[in-house]
């Protein structure tokens, strides 16, 4: 399996003679070769990761798998992009997705104000002849599988991330339905993508394992939610995840410079910082 990051935070250049400057962007894109299958994790926050993709020299049109990690704009405001470029993928999203994801800013007492941080208003609806929405565990090829969360009471994390979710007419913090890993079989070992691992890539490892519980987990790869947590915080999530024994961890984004730094401190070279342009084989 080969891995492009199309979008992270971190801009780079193209790996070709010439190297070419590649955009960065508060956003995630992931491009993914696997057996005779190409598959697209997200589309960043904007069109850029269609730049970059010509740039490397990838060729959208040829992606045959679709997939949104979660309903948040930084990942999903391409895909109007990405449906003029591809005529054929289907992108699947989990069945809790919908255009109701929110950022809330406490004020005083019961008092605060909402922020949209969702899909693009009317895409699910526009886009409805591509979009395929999944429950529970979908293997959606053979190999390729999609996970939801099955860890219980996140909406605690929804709460500490200000993050939250609007039905009927009423806000509640995000428990992320909408969220899900993508899992790749590969000969060393499980794969797993979540790109901005809201609920907890501690949590996810723990539920990937559970799920295939006669697999083992290789690496994990996406953001970690950390850029607001203190230190102390990010030291003993880093415990954590080395206790979990996972073998190689690709982390940005929304995980933020100072987490890295202490993420590497604990976890050595299993801990590697993504950036636009790198490239992953396993």
Not at 240 to 259: F, P, S
Request: glycine content about 8%.
């Amino acid at each position: 399996m080969k891995i492009r990051i199309l979008i992270d935070n971190i801009e780079g250049f193209s790996a070709d003679e010439r190297p070419r400057k590649l955009f960065g962007e508060w956003g995630l894109s992931v491009y993914a070769e696997y057996k005779d299958h190409k598959v697209l994790l997200d589309t960043g926050a904007s069109h850029l990761f269609a730049k970059n993709a010509a740039v490397m020299g990838i060729d959208l049109s040829q992606v045959d798998i679709g997939v949104l990690s979660h309903a948040h704009y930084d990942h999903a405001n391409g895909l109007a992009k990405f449906f003029k470029a591809n005529e054929k993928a289907p992108f699947y999203l989990r069945k809790g997705a919908a255009e109701n994801c929110y950022h809330t800013h406490k004020l005083l007492g019961p008092l605060a104000f909402h922020v949209y941080i969702g899909i693009h208003r009317g895409w699910l609806k526009r886009f409805a002849d591509r979009i395929r929405f999944v429950e529970g565990d979908a293997e959606i090829v053979p190999g390729i599988t999609l996970v939801p969360h099955k860890t219980a009471g996140l909406e605690s994390i929804g709460e500490r991330a200000h993050l939250s979710v609007k039905e009927n007419g009423r806000f509640r913090y995000d428990s992320f339905e909408h969220e899900q890993s993508l899992v790749f079989d590969t000969p060393r070992g499980l794969f797993v993508m979540n790109s901005c691992s809201h609920g907890g890539a501690d949590n996810i490892v723990k539920e990937i394992a559970a799920t295939f519980p006669d697999k083992k987990l290789f690496a994990i790869l996406g953001g970690f939610h950390l850029f607001r947590y203190k230190d102390s915080d990010i030291r003993a999530f880093a415990e954590r995840l080395r206790e979990l024994n996972v073998q190689k961890i690709y982390t940005g984004h929304c995980t933020g410079d100072r987490a890295f730094k202490i993420l590497h401190e604990i976890l050595g070279d299993r801990a590697e910082q993504m950036f636009t342009g790198m490239s992953i084989e396993v």
